[in-house]
């Protein structure tokens, strides 16, 4: 439980009641009740609002809000407010502006128009963090901090003249001599060679490719950056109210950020997710790994999904609407994959600025009569009924490794080909994800005790020491699959020398000689060997030597012909497989969902194509999740399982029907249940 003053799941969103005069207010809470909302995040972007001239505080408003809403029952995620700097200070400082590589500023007039390193933007936000924790830090609405809001989300890196020195300052306590960051950066390639730390820039625009080094610091130099100004509003937090939750939201897919070093720092991790309801963008698999991502980001802290929208966003080109049930089947998802708490943007619509026509939980028109305004009370309703799966978690035995500095490094250009690491990282979540496996994403280093099966998509930038770390988990039974350019430089981006994959190459008993990616309407043959079936890789594809391993499958055609595509290599009491080229969704979800079947990972139930299973458990309750993500009434077996679906209160055995976008919580009964599958 995030905070006993709640001993629920959080219901709620954003609450900007700045936009809207306080006769509103009032109204505001009654609709909150009628919603059974109990949770609302205040402040994001008040700062103006709060402190309308330096050194001038106006605190009455907000006084009076909180009242309100502790009066009427509603606990307060209360904003540090830090997102958008007032005029004022911008006036004062223009420094505080951000730069991009081309030496354009940005100007104030939308939000986030701060440089992380700015000293004024540093102190002046700091000084409000402060006042607003001593004035509400024992307010009794306050249940939790929300600091800043999404960081890096338009701006994640400046390049202005500040973040220049203090980039060089950060690359001498890093390096210690110039000789080093020469060598570290391979400086002696196009006569980059530096004689002193005032030569360097950021990577500002420049003739060509940039020094892949240089690039790779400025992403872990800006991450650490902004998780400075994160440290720096939750050291006054910690030090006014030392008990308080602390939290600032997280966006799954956001490449800037190393969010498993920041969500270290969270007592819950949130995120905001927005996938596109679309028909046929499967946003349900977007959501789903959202959730899990989030969670995974720190796994021994709750989860909460913060923000996702009631109807329609309003940034796409074209903002399709979610369909009517499917907001609830989302919500309930995000619930199934951990969360502790269902939360939009916003409260009420905005009747003016840039997101007058982002939906929201009270929209324009008259609430009575809105089919948004309904389902969001009918939600409310139905997560009141979850109490039960409060401090449930998920039990993963799949885990899927994932690095920012790998992500940062793959995806900086001048390779064989253009990556999506992203791409990569979700085909492979999806494959498990449609046969219902659930999935922890793991960062290099971490605990792998609980996990069977592990996959390493192109794990490209690969430490020495993250070879130890597989190979003593593999050794003691574990089943890892690594796929194509994995192991091929290391953290300073040099070629680990010798034959590539050469930290892991006695763990999958192979080398990669060369490669031949491929252009989107090129496909290479292959055949497994056992069956004789034929296959085509895409993407990608590697010349394996083996050197131990087992060829599964090999190219029938092509300049690899005859050599390995898919291996497999015994270690310890563990297997290793190499996967040398991308497959198609299809085929990665097939071998994937097999090799899972054969060493036991299994889904709770079969069931139909389109049907989301998940169980989360407390002690020995379990709790089944079911969702149909499909336009049809679905039914399926469920064998000897029993149980009490916990948003009807009907007891349910024998087979489940759900209309389309419909779900069941079925709390598990009996032993024999727990023996299924
Ligand atoms: C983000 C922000 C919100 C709002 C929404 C709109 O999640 O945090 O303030 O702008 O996007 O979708
Ligand atoms: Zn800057």
Same mark, same amino acid.
């Given at each position: &439980?995030?905070? /006993?003053?709640?001993?629920?799941? =959080?219901?709620?969103?954003?609450?900007? !009641?700045?936009?809207?005069?306080?006769?509103?207010?009032?109204?505001?809470?009654?609709? &909150?009740?009628?919603?059974?909302?109990?949770?609302?995040?205040?402040?994001? =972007?008040?700062? %103006?609002?709060?402190?309308?001239?330096?050194?001038?505080?106006?605190? %009455?408003?907000?006084?009076?809000?909180?009242?309100?809403?502790?009066?009427?029952?509603?606990?307060?995620?209360?904003?540090?407010?830090? $997102?958008?700097?007032? $005029?004022?200070?911008?006036? /004062?400082?223009? @420094?505080?502006?951000?730069?991009?590589?081309?030496?354009?500023?940005?100007?104030?007039?939308?939000?986030?128009?701060?440089?992380p390193n700015s000293t004024s933007y540093q102190e002046s936000s700091r000084a409000l963090v402060r006042a607003l924790a001593e004035r509400y830090g024992q307010h009794p609405a306050l249940v939790s901090w929300h600091v800043n809001n999404e960081y890096g989300c338009h701006f994640p890196a400046c390049y202005c003249d500040v973040c220049a020195e203090n980039f060089?300052?950060?690359? $001498?306590?890093?390096?210690?001599?110039? *000789?080093?960051?020469?060598?570290?950066?391979?400086?002696?390639?196009?006569?980059?060679?530096?004689?002193?730390?005032?030569?360097?820039?950021?990577?500002?625009? &420049?003739?060509?490719?940039?020094? !892949?080094?240089?690039?790779l610091d400025y992403q872990r130099f800006m991450n650490e950056s902004f998780l400075r100004l994160y440290k720096g509003e939750v050291e006054i937090l910690r030090d006014v109210t030392p008990e308080m939750p602390v939290n600032t939201n997280f966006m799954a897919g956001h490449k800037p950020l190393d969010y498993f070093e920041w969500g270290a720092l969270q007592d819950f991790t949130s995120h905001d997710a927005y996938p596109d309801p679309k028909p046929g963008e499967e946003g349900e698999i977007e959501g789903a790994l959202a959730?899990?991502?989030?969670? +995974?980001?720190? /796994? +021994?802290?709750? &989860?909460?999904?913060?923000?996702?929208?009631?109807?329609?966003?309003?940034?796409?080109?074209?903002?399709?609407?979610?369909? !009517?049930?499917?907001?609830?089947?989302?919500?309930? #998802?995000?619930?199934?994959?951990?969360?502790?708490?269902?939360?939009?943007? #916003?409260?009420? %619509?905005?009747?003016?600025?840039?997101? @007058?026509?982002?939906?929201?939980?009270?929209?324009?028109?008259?609430p009575a009569k809105s089919r948004v305004f309904q389902e969001i009370k009918g939600l409310g309703e139905d997560l009141s009924r979850l109490d039960d799966v409060l401090d449930s978690r998920i039990r993963t035995e799949c885990g899927i490794v994932l690095s920012y500095e790998n992500w940062w490094a793959l995806e900086a250009g001048s390779k064989p080909r253009t990556f999506s690491y992203f791409s990569l990282l979700k085909e492979n979540y999806t494959s498990l994800w449609r046969e219902n496996l659930p999935v922890d994403f793991v960062v290099p280093g971490e605990d792998l005790a609980k996990y069977r099966l592990l996959v390493v998509p192109s794990l490209y930038l690969f430490r020495d020491e993250w070879a130890e770390w597989l190979r003593d988990w593999v050794h003691a039974g574990g089943v890892l699959v690594v796929t194509f350019f994995s192991g091929v430089v290391n953290e300073k981006e040099h070629i680990h020398l010798g034959g590539y994959g050469r930290p892991i190459r006695d763990l999958l008993g192979l080398w990669v000689e060369e490669w031949q990616p491929l252009h989107d309407d090129e496909r290479v043959a292959f055949r497994f060997e056992e069956s004789a079936r034929r296959e085509e890789a895409v993407y990608f594809t590697e010349k394996i030597h083996l050197e131990g391993a087992r060829s599964i499958a090999r190219y029938t055609e092509g300049p690899f012909e005859e050599s390995p595509v898919l291996t497999v290599n015994d270690f310890g009491q563990g297997k290793v497989f190499y996967q040398g080229a991308r497959f198609s969704a299809d085929l990665q979800r097939e071998w994937l969902g097999k090799l899972a079947d054969e060493i036991g990972v299994q889904a709770p139930l079969k069931v139909p194509e389109g049907v989301e299973l998940t169980v989360r458990t407390k002690g020995d309750r379990e709790f089944l999740f079911c969702l149909n993500?499909?336009?049809?009434?679905? $039914? =399926?077996?469920?064998?000897?399982?029993?149980?009490?679906?916990?948003?009807?209160?009907?007891?349910?055995?024998?087979?489940? +029907?759900?209309?389309? =976008?419909?779900?069941?919580?079925?709390?598990? #009964?009996?032993?024999?249940? @727990?023996? *299924?599958?």
């Open positions: &439980m995030i905070s /006993k003053k709640i001993p629920h799941l =959080f219901y709620g969103g954003d609450y900007n !009641p700045e936009q809207w005069p306080s006769e509103v207010w009032g109204e505001d809470i009654r609709l &909150m009740q009628e919603a059974k909302v109990n949770f609302v995040s205040v402040g994001i =972007f008040s700062w %103006a609002r709060l402190q309308p001239k330096e050194g001038v505080f106006d605190f %009455a408003w907000l006084d009076e809000l909180l009242d309100l809403l502790h009066q009427g029952g509603i606990g307060v995620n209360l904003a540090t407010a830090t $997102a958008s700097p007032p $005029a004022w200070l911008v006036r /004062k400082d223009p @420094k505080v502006l951000p730069e991009d590589p081309n030496g354009q500023t940005y100007y104030p007039g939308s939000r986030q128009h701060y440089c060089r300052d950060w690359l $001498a306590r890093r390096y210690g001599r110039i *000789e080093t960051l020469n060598e570290t950066w391979g400086t002696a390639f196009w006569s980059q060679a530096y004689g002193e730390w005032e030569e360097i820039f950021p990577p500002r625009k &420049m003739p060509t490719h940039p020094n !892949p080094t240089q690039l959730n899990d991502l989030t969670r +995974s980001f720190n /796994k +021994s802290v709750p &989860m909460v999904l913060m923000e996702q929208v009631s109807s329609q966003v309003n940034w796409r080109g074209v903002n399709t609407l979610k369909a !009517p049930g499917q907001m609830r089947l989302w919500s309930l #998802q995000a619930v199934a994959h951990g969360a502790e708490g269902v939360l939009f943007f #916003q409260w009420r %619509a905005s009747r003016a600025g840039a997101e @007058k026509f982002h939906g929201a939980m009270v929209p324009h028109v008259e993500h499909q336009k049809e009434t679905v $039914a =399926f077996s469920l064998g000897p399982l029993r149980g009490r679906d916990l948003l009807t209160g009907q007891e349910v055995a024998e087979s489940l +029907s759900l209309p389309p =976008f419909g779900a069941a919580v079925i709390e598990k #009964q009996g032993n024999e249940v @727990k023996k *299924e599958g």
